[in-house]
């Protein structure tokens, strides 16, 4: 199984500062015969099932914000959320669909500063 | 605008069959784009995924969970259903389920259901 790694496991950020979280993963992700990344990043509020925010590493899903942005590729991915603002307080999770079975990061938890 | 919820017992007793079902409203489970899949969280060890369907009754599983798992669908009822036999406490977690994108053994989940707690426990 491909292992998900994520750091930190938590922040505090300032409301209006940006939130950097990384993720990576023990083999590549980085299918070469269309050069697309198969990563994933969720949001989790609390009590509330995961959010699919970004796929294909950095596309974002219809009606996510501007402010969350997905980078990176082969084995080290990166998720900012840029302006945090109250509402983003959450637990942030990657995910790669390259192989079966597909495995998650264990979570980063965003916090207010 | 497509919703799964999950339904099913609580509390399961070690040894027994943890028995799932997920209703899928808002669009047809028999659509040839997309698989159907189930998700476990737990404390210990976080989101794990437990397998998928497709409307034709494929299945995908987990190999950690391949010999206690079943997966089925039920197109005309719209749901499909999972059974997790011979529970132990490990078993015990949020199960969600949710669609499957890209493919059944591998792809992104959206969206997913609201998740229900099972315990498993004497």
């Known amino acids: 199984d491909i292992v998900m790694t994520q750091s930190p496991d938590s922040l505090a950020v300032s409301l209006g500062e940006r939130a950097t979280i990384n993720c990576k993963s023990s083999?590549?992700?980085?299918?070469?015969?269309?050069?697309?990344?198969?990563l994933a990043w969720y949001q989790q509020k609390l009590g509330q099932p995961p959010k699919l925010l970004i796929n294909?590493?950095?596309t974002r899903e219809s009606g996510v914000p501007d402010r969350f942005s997905g980078s990176g590729s082969g084995t080290d991915f990166t998720l900012i959320i840029n302006s945090l603002q109250a509402e983003d307080v959450a637990v942030y999770y990657c995910q790669q669909y390259y192989s079966t079975p597909p495995t998650f990061g264990q979570g980063t938890k965003v916090e207010i500063k | 605008q497509l919703q799964l919820q999950e339904s099913g017992p609580g509390l399961v007793r070690p040894s027994e069959t943890l028995s799932l079902t997920c209703t899928v409203s808002g669009g047809s489970i028999s659509s040839s784009v997309y698989y159907w899949g189930w998700i476990r969280q737990s404390p210990g060890k976080g989101l794990e995924w437990i397998g998928s369907?497709?409307?034709?009754?494929?299945?995908y599983y987990n190999p950690s969970l391949q010999s206690r798992l079943t997966i089925s669908v039920n197109t005309s009822k719209n749901q499909f259903s999972l059974n997790l036999q011979s529970v132990t406490a490990a078993d015990t977690a949020v199960y969600y389920c949710?669609?499957?994108?890209?493919?059944?053994?591998?792809?992104?989940?959206?969206?997913w259901g609201q998740g229900t707690l099972v315990t498993v426990s004497s």
């Open positions: 294909w590493a950095s």
């Open positions: 369907v497709y409307y034709s009754g494929s299945t």
């Open positions: 949710a669609r499957l994108i890209f493919s059944g053994y591998a792809g992104w989940f959206d969206p």
């Open positions: 083999q590549s992700v980085l299918y070469s015969s269309n050069n697309k990344n198969y």
